[in-house]
T-cell receptor, first 113, second 114 residues
Framework: DTGVSQDPRHKITKRGQNVTFRCDPI?????LYWYRQTLGQGPEFLTYFQNEAQLEKSRLLSDRFSAERPKGSFSTLEIQRTEQGDSAMYLCATKGGEETEAFFGQGTRLTVV | DQQVKQNSPSLSVQEGRISILNCDYTNSMFDYFLWYKKYPAEGPTFLISISSIKDKNEDGRFTVFLNKSAKHLSLHIVPSQPGDSAVYFC?????????????FGKGTRLSVIA
């Protein structure tokens, strides 16, 4: 499968625990975006990378959130000290230089209990 | 303040008829617009896009119209099929070729009734 891959698909965690999600982009896609989607809303931008450089972070990305893309390929999104309000679908999208659209992964659904 | 608005949360259409989904935006800097389709428990799937230098783009059963002066775009699906039932998101980007992060509307749930 050459699409965007996200792992895990589902994660249930207790409040206060740390969680980490992974996104593997389409090969050679140099731009990688993280979005969050809650019920009844569209995806909301969190952060994005061009290669390994993190170019922009949204105000939604509190200091409990950190994202990395160490070698310009896969990316991780970590949430520390999770809160119930962090429960959402976390979506990764990637984009190549020539394509005009971003391709999304299937998302990681996080439930904080 | 929502920069991309989809004011109809839901729409029901008979199979074979036209579905028209609407989207309004407020940011004049947006110059690239996309429509995504989303099934439950899946990520959004790209449908069609349009650059601000055009007013229409067509791909098979899907056509997107852009009215820059009204800051309005619409997605037409003709003929509608039951498999089109999904949530449709309008998204906009302010930057060349949609590289800057997308701003999404809240989505419209389309139900195509056989």
């Amino acid at each position: 499968d050459t699409g965007v891959s996200q792992d895990p698909r589902h994660k249930i965690t207790k409040r206060g625990q740390n969680v980490t999600f992974r996104c593997d982009p389409i090969s050679e896609h140099n731009r990688l975006y993280w979005y969050r989607q809650t019920l009844g809303q569209g995806p909301e931008f969190l952060t994005y990378f061009q290669n390994e450089a993190q170019l922009e972070k949204s105000r939604l990305l509190s200091d409990r959130f950190s994202a990395e893309r160490p070698k310009g390929s896969f990316s991780t999104l970590e949430i520390q000290r999770t809160e119930q309000g962090d429960s959402a679908m976390y979506l990764c999208a990637t984009k190549g230089g020539e394509e005009t659209e971003a391709f999304f992964g299937q998302g990681t659904r996080l439930t904080v209990v | 303040d929502q920069q991309v608005k989809q004011n109809s949360p839901s729409l029901s259409v008979q199979e074979g008829r036209i579905s028209i989904l609407n989207c309004d935006y407020t940011n004049s800097m947006f110059d690239y617009f996309l429509w995504y389709k989303k099934y439950p428990a899946e990520g959004p799937t790209f449908l069609i896009s349009i650059s601000s230098i055009k007013d229409k783009n067509e791909d098979g059963r899907f056509t997107v119209f852009l009215n820059k002066s009204a800051k309005h775009l619409s997605l037409h699906i003709v003929p509608s099929q039951p498999g089109d039932s999904a949530v449709y998101f309008c998204a906009a980007s302010a930057g060349s070729s949609g590289n800057t992060p997308l701003v999404f509307g809240k989505g419209t749930r389309l139900s195509v009734i056989a």
